[in-house]
């Protein structure tokens, strides 16, 4: 099982930025895809965005063009860039790691992210 460990997040106010970091306790993050997942007060989790050992990155069409995925491999860390903050991006984030048979398996704890004025 890989431990995984998110930082970052916060209160910030509408159109800041935040970077929020996943850490891997194992070198996975280069070998395996990982994932950042949202989830809002009484709303399902949602992917937000992926990337591949490739390097090949997905998005939801809610955050395209304004967050970022990306990864160090020497420190196997996942980061995601978010830009232009919007309140409905006010949720719980947590990054995962993918088995390499489609399921996310390993999750970290969660970070909070509120976007407020």
């Known amino acids: 099982q890989v431990q995984l460990v998110e930082s970052g997040g916060g209160l910030v106010q509408p159109g800041g930025s935040l970077r929020l970091s996943c850490a891997a306790s194992v070198s996975s993050v280069s070998i395996n895809t990982m994932g950042w997942f949202r989830q809002a007060p009484e709303k399902q989790r949602e992917l937000v965005a992926f990337?591949?050992?490739?390097?090949?990155?997905n998005y939801a069409d809610s955050v395209k063009g304004r967050f970022t995925i990306s990864r160090d491999n020497a420190k196997n860390t996942v980061y995601l860039q978010m830009n232009s903050l919007k309140p409905e991006d006010t949720a719980v984030y947590y990054c995962?790691?993918?088995?390499?048979?489609?399921?996310?398996?390993?999750w970290g704890q969660g970070t909070q992210v509120t976007v407020s004025s």
């Open positions: 995962a790691r993918n088995s390499g048979g489609g399921s996310y398996v390993d």
């Open positions: 990337i591949t050992s490739g390097g090949i990155t």
